[in-house]
Structure formats: structure tokens, C-alpha cells
């Protein structure tokens, strides 16, 4: 009796469920992995976009004074290699998690329909297509006015615009995935989808797209913030693991930041106000680590979560101190900038270590799990 109890989970509704690896199957794997693993991709193709960004500033020559190379002896000993390094190394767990995830849908397809159905998880569908147009933005043998670059774009951003429809238009036309009752930090990835999208077509001097794009992002955002403003304390829409996904919070001005300057050609006022406003969400976070507390017990790979906003954060900031040219604000960057690589190496170290609890058994995003929790609606 004590070893069937041992191979059974419970449902949220109280059944009895076989765990995934008690079928002998060698592709069981699939059933709990997830797009929210796509985190380690956005990650690391962050970092490769921040190190480009501090390496070799492409708006700038090394002679030009606003140039962070020049202002910075510190930045001008990065090794080029590291950055090659850390892209090709992006590039490779970015198909590593496509591969895995196109076999998942060729295979367990009921569960990619269950994960596209949840308040959550539906989310980081978006995190794939983001993570190749920061590599896009980020590459190191094409310039966005090269016509392999366009194409590129096209094949990286119709999926996120299909999205968009899709998901944005629920929000505000079916009853139960009305954005009052599915809101979650997680839902900021659907629009940083929409603001690195702008970004990447500001780069290629398409002004007036970039214009567009931004404009449907800024647009849901604001709603967004100000319904998870009204539902922040005491809301139980994200799992305690998950919580670690509210960095996005920060995250999302500082790639609106980002996209608005790259569409005005420089870090005006209303960059810096949104940096601003980014370092105010980034304290307020961090002076409170009882929101973490039960998220930091065990090692997951929601703690990936932490990476991306502290880079997209780094990267505002370097444009910010690229601006201004003040002391304090390229002491700033350097401080954001050494956290947010510190955070992802010690994310790298923690899943070589740690990689059974990489597809753990009670993830939210569990597969019977999203499977009973829609037969139950």
C-alpha cells in the first residue's frame, strides 16, 4: 500500500494522479515542461543585449564623448570574446527550449492547450519570440538595416502581434478572462512583447510601426498597472513559487524606456521618467524580501525571473548615464549592471546544481494540474 501511495499526486480537486515519471515513458519530461522555462532564454539573451550595449555602443563611435567606452575605462577591458561567448551561449538554450517545446506540442498537445488557457501560464507563450528578437537586436554579424535583419523581424514579431489579438481582446470581451479576473505580474510579458517588438523596428527606421507597436503596449500597460495596483495585496492569482515574476514589475517601464528612446533617437524626458519610475518599483521590491520568503525555500527555475528585469533595468540605466554623463549615474549603471550579470551567473551555478528540481512535480504549471483546473470551470 505504501508504494501506491507513493505513485499518486493530488489534483487541486482531489483526485488521484500518476506522476509523470512513473510511466515509464522516455518522453514524460514533456508533460512538465513548460513555457515559463522560456525565463532562462530571455535571461541570457538580456545579458547578451547588455553586453553588447556596454561593449560597442551602436548609436555612438568610441571617439564621441557620450560614448560609454569613453566614459568608462571599466567598460572599454570588457572582452569582446566574453560577449560572443555569452550570445552563442544564449542562442544555444534559446533552440535547446524551442526544440524541447515543438516536441511537447507534437506529443502533449492537450497540455500546450491547458497552459494556453491559464491566467499564468498563457503568459510566457510571448517569452520565446521576445528572447529571439533581443538575440536579433543583440547579433553580432548583422546591422538592422541589412534585409536578412527585416526578415528576421517579420518571422520574430507576427507571432507576438497574433498573440496580442488574441489575448488582448479577451481582456475586454469574455467574461472570464476579463483582466480583472485573470491579472497577475506575469501578464507584463505581454507587453514587454509589444515594447522590445518597437524597439527592434525603431532600430531598422521604421518609425512609424515602432510608433504603432509602442503605442498598443503603452496602452495596455497602463490599464494593466493600475489593475494590478488595486489587486496587489491580498490577491492569491499567483502561486507563492511564482512570486519572483514580480520583478516584471520594474521590468516594463525599463523596456518602455528603452523603446520609447530608440523612437525619439535619444533618452528624452519621457525615457528618464520612466526610468524613474522603474528605480522606485525596483526599492519598493526589494525592500520587502517577506514577499520572497517562501518562494527562496527550494530552488526552481521561477527564480530565473529575477535576471531579465534586473538586466532590462542595467540596460535603461546605461542608456540613462550615456545621457546625462554625470558621475552618479554611471556609478548607477555600474552597480545595476554588476547585479544583474552576479544574479544570472549564480542562476546559471544554481540549475547546474540543483537539476532535479528543474521539472519538480508540484509546479503550477504541472500539467494534470491545468488540466483538472479546466475541466473544473
Known amino acids: 500500500m505504501a508504494a501506491d501511495a507513493s505513485t499518486t499526486v493530488s489534483s487541486p480537486s482531489g483526485r488521484s494522479l500518476k506522476p509523470h515519471h512513473a510511466d515509464g515513458n522516455p518522453w514524460a519530461m514533456l508533460t512538465r515542461f513548460h513555457a515559463g522555462y522560456f525565463r532562462i532564454s530571455l535571461a541570457l539573451s538580456g545579458q547578451a543585449l547588455l553586453w553588447r ?47 524541447l517545446y515543438a516536441a511537447r506540442c507534437l ?66 470581451t469574455r467574461g472570464r478572462k476579463f483582466l480583472s479576473m485573470v491579472a497577475n505580474p506575469a501578464s507584463h510579458i505581454t507587453v514587454i512583447g509589444n515594447l522590445v517588438t518597437a524597439r527592434a523596428a525603431a532600430k ?51 523596456m518602455a524606456s528603452l523603446a520609447w528612446g ?27 524580501p517577506a514577499l520572497f520568503k517562501r518562494a527562496m525555500r527550494r530552488f526552481s527555475v521561477a527564480w530565473w525571473a529575477y535576471s531579465f528585469p534586473l538586466t532590462v533595468l542595467a540596460l535603461a540605466s546605461a542608456e540613462y548615464a550615456q545621457e546625462v554623463r554625470q558621475a552618479a549615474a554611471n556609478a548607477l ?19 547546474a546544481l540543483s537539476t532535479g528540481d528543474l521539472l519538480p512535480h508540484d509546479d503550477p504549471f504541472d500539467c494534470p494540474q491545468l488540466l483538472v483546473r479546466q475541466r473544473s470551470m
Not at 206 to 233: D, K, M, N, P, S
Not at 262 to 288: E, G, H, N, P, Q
Not at 333 to 351: D, K, N, R
Open 53 to 99: 550595449t556596454l561593449i560597442s555602443d551602436s548609436s555612438s563611435t568610441d571617439d564621441d564623448p557620450r560614448a560609454l567606452r569613453t566614459q568608462l575605462p571599466l567598460v572599454r577591458s570588457l572582452p569582446s570574446a566574453a560577449f560572443l561567448l555569452l550570445w552563442s551561449l544564449a542562442l544555444l538554450a534559446l533552440l535547446a527550449l524551442c526544440a
Open 204 to 254: 531598422m527606421g521604421w518609425h512609424e510601426g515602432a510608433v504603432a507597436i509602442f503605442a498598443v503596449g503603452a496602452a495596455h500597460y497602463l490599464v494593466l498597472f493600475v489593475t494590478l495596483y488595486q489587486r496587489f495585496l491580498g490577491s492569491d492569482s499567483l502561486p507563492a513559487m511564482l512570486r519572483p515574476v514580480f520583478f516584471l514589475f520594474f521590468a516594463t517601464p525599463s
Open 333 to 351: 549603471m555600474l552597480a545595476l549592471a554588476v547585479l544583474s550579470v552576479a544574479v544570472t551567473l549564480a542562476l546559471m551555478v544554481f540549475s
Open 262 to 288: 530608440a523612437i525619439s533617437s535619444s533618452f528624452d524626458t519621457c525615457c528618464k521618467m520612466l526610468f524613474f519610475v522603474s528605480l522606485f518599483l525596483f526599492a519598493s521590491l526589494v525592500s520587502r
Open 107 to 172: 506529443l502533449r498537445f492537450p497540455a500546450v492547450r491547458a497552459e494556453f488557457r491559464h491566467h499564468v501560464a498563457m503568459n510566457y507563450l510571448f517569452a520565446p519570440w521576445i528572447s529571439c528578437l533581443l538575440l536579433l537586436q543583440s547579433a553580432p554579424f548583422l546591422r538592422p538595416d541589412a534585409p536578412p535583419y527585416h526578415l528576421l523581424w517579420w518571422a520574430f514579431s507576427l507571432p507576438i502581434l497574433a498573440l496580442d489579438v488574441k489575448i488582448y481582446g479577451q481582456w475586454f
